[in-house]
């Protein structure tokens, strides 16, 4: 089975400043059909999980462009570029390359 | 508008049974990928299970045996059979759509609490 691990646990950004959070996974998320299964999601508080990234870098409808993911093979990386009250919540990242599909276990973002 | 709708959550007795149901609308249901996931409260997600359209049915481990997942294309329904519930079932049971390898829509969720 493929762990995601997500660093840090809670990251406390300042309003404007950029936030970044990192997602490891204990094997190569490289599918046989050549794509990287790797998406993040955000979960605002008494909200359900809503789609941010999916394949590494794609924004999801919506997203607004503050929002960035990159990275390949086992590591990744999500950035806010701009940090908005907004987007206060939980971040995870998911690997759906191998079943069992696994998520990271979340990271916190709150304002200082 | 894509929407998911989750129902048939509630309180249940350790090995006793729910289903949990999801209506779909806003999209061609038949053509994708459905799936559940759950979420401790106050804890992170954890993938269930997933259908494939109207083919393979793919589990995680804890609950193979005991989860059937299973959809009625007519009726643009997901469902989750739960049997043999236990105390670590408990969690709110979120339906999504998954495409391009990521969930791009999901339910509000349905709470499932197994005690006695």
């Known amino acids: 089975d493929i762990v995601m691990t997500q660093t840090p646990l809670s990251s406390p950004v300042t309003l404007g400043q950029p936030a970044s959070i990192s997602c490891r996974s204990s094997q190569s998320l490289v599918h046989s059909d050549g794509n990287t299964y790797l998406s993040w999601l955000q979960q605002r508080p008494g909200q359900p999980p809503r789609l941010l990234i999916y394949k590494i870098s794609n924004r999801f409808s919506g997203v607004p462009d503050r929002f960035g993911g990159s990275g390949a093979g086992t590591d990744f990386t999500l950035r806010i570029s701009r940090v908005e009250p907004e987007d206060v919540g939980v971040y995870y990242c998911?690997?759906?390359?191998?079943?069992?599909?696994?998520f990271g276990g979340g990271t916190k973002v709150e304002i200082k | 508008e894509v929407e998911l709708v989750e129902s048939g959550g509630g309180l249940v007795q350790p090995g006793g049974s729910l289903r949990l149901s999801c209506v779909a609308s806003g999209f061609t249901f038949s053509s994708y990928w459905m799936s559940w996931v759950r979420q401790v409260p106050g804890k992170g997600l954890e993938w269930v299970a997933s259908s494939e359209q109207d083919s393979a049915q793919y589990y995680v481990d804890s609950v193979k045996g005991r989860f059937t997942i299973f959809r009625d294309s007519a009726k643009n329904s997901l469902y989750l059979q739960m049997n043999s519930l236990r105390a670590e079932d408990t969690a709110v049971y979120y339906c999504?759509?998954?495409?391009?390898?990521?969930?791009?829509?999901w339910g509000q969720g349905t709470l499932v609490t197994v005690s006695s």
């Open positions: 999504a759509r998954s495409e391009l390898g990521a969930f791009n829509y």
């Open positions: 998911m690997q759906a390359t191998q079943f069992p599909l696994s």
